[in-house]
């Protein structure tokens, strides 16, 4: 069994920088797609940014320029650095895996995601 737990959220004021952390275990964490999602109150769960076993990247518009997401393999860790922070960004942060068993790219719908941490609040306050 997979488990993911976040870690690094907080309270933060606009303009900030946070990094959070996703360690995984149980799993072969190095042939899965890491992907960061977000939820406001009152909102779905919306896609952040993820990462492919290989490095390549992909990002939400809302983020692009201001987060990078990477990965350590070595550390079974997935991280979320997020600069210039807005009061926009104040959500809860989960960390997912997709096993990507049919090799696509990166996907951007919470429910192509197997496995889910129980999300780390960050809160950006103007």
């Known amino acids: 069994q997979v488990q993911l737990v976040e870690s690094g959220g907080r309270w933060m004021q606009a303009g900030g920088s946070l990094r959070l952390s996703c360690v995984a275990s149980g799993g072969t964490f190095s042939s899965y797609v890491m992907g960061w999602f977000r939820q406001a109150p009152g909102k779905e769960r919306e896609f952040v940014a993820g990462?492919?076993?290989?490095?390549?990247?992909y990002y939400a518009d809302s983020v692009k320029g201001r987060f990078t997401i990477s990965r350590d393999s070595a550390k079974n860790t997935a991280y979320l650095q997020m600069n210039g922070l807005k009061p926009e960004d104040t959500a809860v942060y989960y960390c997912a895996a997709d096993r990507n068993l049919l090799r696509f790219g990166i996907r951007v719908q919470a429910s192509d995601y197997d496995y889910w941490g129980p999300g780390t609040q960050v809160t950006v306050s103007s």
């Open positions: 990462i492919r076993s290989g490095g390549n990247t």
